[in-house]
C-alpha cells in the first residue's frame, strides 16, 4: 500500500502585494502552512482553483483548512452590501463557498479558522455581522493593528464551550482564553450548524457541524499561532489531524483494491 503524509488543502488568499506589479499574488501565512506539517500533515495548494475545479480536486485531498485572512466574506453573500473600507477577496469567497459543502457532504475533514469560521457559516446560508465593534452589546474584537504580532495574537477573552463537546473535551474544561482578531462575526447561524464556543457578549466563536460524517469544525480564534505552548490549541489540531490521517488511510486503502 502506498504510504504518504495526509495532503491538507488550504485555499490561498489573493492580493495585490506590489504596487509596481499590476498582477495579483497567491498568498498563504506561513503559520498555518507550519501548524499543519507540525501535525504530520502536507499542506498543498491549488491557486487557479475555483468552483468548478471543487469536484476533482477534493478527492484528491484528505482534509480542508480554511484559513483566517485580513479580507472579509463579500457582504453580497448574504444580503448585505459591502463597506468602503472592505478589503475583498471574490476569487476566494467563490472557491470556499463551493468547497465547504462539498467537503461536509464528501466526509472530508473540514476545519475553519477566523475567516474560515466565518466561511463555513455564509456557505451554509448564515449571515454575519459586518462591523462587531458598531454593533449595541457586543465587544470589539479586532486586534491593535499598530503593535507587535505577539500582542495583537494574544489572550483578549475567554470562551464558554458547550459541556460534553469537542471543544470542552479539547480545552480540558468548559472555559477557556483565546485569542481575538476579527471584524466580522456570526450573525445568524448556517444551516446545520451548531454552537459550541460563546465568547462573553454571546457571540457564537465555536461550531460544528450536526450532520457532518467526518470532522467537521469551525473556531473564530486562531489555533495555529505558538500552539506548541497552549494546550488547547494544540488538542484542536491533533484532532483535526487525526481525521486526515484516519481519511488518508481510507482512501488509499480504496485506491489498493
Known sequence: MRT????????????????????????LADRYAGAVTAFGLQPVLFPMAGATDVPDLLPMVDGVLLTGSPSNVEATRFGGAALASDLLDPRRDALTMALVPAAIAAGTPLLG?????QEMNVALGGTL????????GLLDHREPDD???????????????EPGSAFAQWAGGTKAQVNSLHGQGIKRLGEGLVPEALAPDGLVEGVRVAAAHAFAYGVQWHPEWQHES???????????AQACTEHCRRRDGSSSR
Request: glycine share 4%.
Open 147 to 161: 503593535e507587535e504580532l505577539e500582542v495583537q495574537f494574544a489572550v483578549r477573552h475567554e470562551v464558554r464551550l
Open 113 to 117: 479558522v477566523c475567516r474560515g469560521l
Open 230 to 240: 497552549n494546550p488547547f490549541y494544540a488538542r484542536t489540531l491533533q484532532a483535526f
Open 4 to 27: 504518504h503524509k495526509p495532503l491538507v488543502w488550504l485555499p490561498a488568499c489573493h492580493r495585490h502585494l506590489d504596487l509596481a506589479d499590476p498582477g495579483v499574488y497567491t498568498v
Open 129 to 136: 455581522h459586518q462591523e462587531l465593534h458598531i454593533e449595541p
